[in-house]
């Protein structure tokens, strides 16, 4: 049984460019979280769907950040036209319908230059 | 007050010791409580999950929780150095589970042969 897919695994972009992050829940699996662990930070909550629904958002920034869940393919977080302090690791974590423990991705590690 | 607090150590111990981790929090309505383990440059594993008051214990892994203090601790029993990493307390946030995870910023353990 696989486990929670990301790619890529690691992605530079220059500033102002776009950066597409993918996730892939572990089979059985329909709720998907994404979170963010800046540089000698902690993790942080950034979003959380299910299948064509966002279900909280209140962690995601305002601007240039917005993520999707569809009916068919991986989760995407999509980051326009990114700044420095964007670079950071950006986990992907999934649970099934009926259970509240998320399981991890190997994470996808932006850095901006 | 940060939501959820741990001492970030590092916390140093002998091979063979027992690992004491402890994690406070502030959402008294908080239902759900987790400990993930982070190695350095990896994702988050999740080693225990407690919803209920009292102890619990996975092998060498014993997560102890008291709603009333809003404690939550994990023993790691017979500590290896193999254990040396990040432990990370995790809270579901509010009274109802609601996907989001609110994180402590770790504390680092050392088990020193």
């Known amino acids: 049984n696989a486990g929670v897919m990301q790619n890529p695994r690691h992605l530079v972009r220059r500033r102002g460019q776009e950066a597409r992050l993918r996730c892939s829940p572990m089979?059985?699996?329909?709720?998907v979280y994404w979170y963010r662990q800046l540089p000698e930070e902690g993790l942080k909550f950034m979003v959380y769907?299910?299948?064509?629904?966002?279900?909280?958002e209140s962690g995601m920034p305002k601007e240039r950040f917005s993520a999707e869940f569809p009916k068919e393919g991986p989760s995407i977080l999509r980051i326009q036209q990114v700044v420095r302090g964007d670079s950071a690791a950006y986990f992907c974590?999934?649970?099934?319908?009926?259970?509240?423990?998320?399981?991890f991705g190997p994470g996808t590690r932006l850095t901006v230059t | 007050q940060k939501e959820v607090e741990q001492n970030s150590g590092p916390l140093s111990v002998p091979e063979g010791a027992i690992a004491s981790l402890n994690c406070t929090y502030s959402?008294?309505?908080?239902?759900?409580f987790f400990w993930y383990r982070q190695y350095s440059g990896k994702s988050p594993e999740l080693i225990m999950s407690?919803?209920?008051?009292g102890d619990k214990e996975d092998g060498r892994f014993t997560a102890q929780l008291n709603k009333a203090s809003q404690y939550v601790s994990l023993l790691i029993r017979d500590s290896q150095p193999s254990d040396s990493a990040t432990y990370l307390c995790a809270v579901n946030h509010g009274s109802s589970n609601t996907g989001k995870l609110i994180f402590g910023q770790g504390t680092t353990l050392q088990v020193k042969p």
């Open positions: 089979k059985g699996h329909s709720h």
């Open positions: 769907l299910q299948k064509e629904n966002i279900i909280d």
């Open positions: 407690i919803y209920s008051n």
């Open positions: 974590a999934s649970s099934p319908p009926d259970g509240y423990e998320q399981y």
């Open positions: 959402d008294r309505v908080s239902q759900s």
